[in-house]
């Protein structure tokens, strides 16, 4: 009797000091309050109550940086939010060295990010938002190395701009809009000035070719079926010399 209340003894404390570790978990084992060591991913046994574990998740974290506001280096008040994203590479440090690795990743990134940004004037944070991005990361990675964490990414994800400013911009882009329209105008009126230059002068060399533009217009104007009467600029001065003739033999008599 006494051997299978032993049997069972053995048995209950077998079973509440077996552990199961996934994949992506360690366990981090403290004996009589001291580290002895990290186990791996799979069926392990904890000697309770002389032996603690903690476990401790390797797999990669998204942390929402919360929106705030910054001032940037030209005086411009935004509002910023970001995401990073970190993963723990070493289980004891994680554990032993910070006591809760992702408030204090969170902390030490919103600061980062106000300081960061701070140093950038507002055109040079949208346009090389992929630049500051890296700086951030690499301030926040050397903050974290000690606590057993290494950050991957960090994203600018959001920028609030004041009202007014908003505005401002809207009518730099429509002027600059503006100036680009009145570039390509001005430069289609030159080539076109020069072409007609061009044919102007072909024109003056060939004078031939006056009279076959001028019976190709009139060929186009005759297919829309209309009445325009047209006299040819040769026509008219054919009259005028006639004129001037007819006025030269009236005073002669």
Known sequence: MILIFL???VIFYALISL???KQYERGVVFTLGRFTGVRDAGLRLIFVPFQQMVRVSLRTVTMQIPSQKIITKDNV???IAAVAYYHITNPESAVIVIENVYNAINQISQTTVRNVVGRF???QLLSDTS???DQIKDVIDKHTE???TQVTAVEIKDIQLPDNMQRAMAREAEAERERRAKIVGAEGEFQAAVKLGQAADIIAQHPVALQLRTLQTMAEISAEKNSTIIFPAQFMTTVREALTQVLKD???K
Do not use: Q
């Open 131 to 133: 630049s500051i991005n």
């Open 77 to 79: 008040s935004i509002d």
């Open 19 to 21: 552990r199961v570790l």
């Open 121 to 123: 004037s507002l055109d």
């Open 250 to 252: 009236s005073e002669t």
């Open 146 to 148: 000690p606590w057993g």
């Open 7 to 9: 049997g069972a003894l």
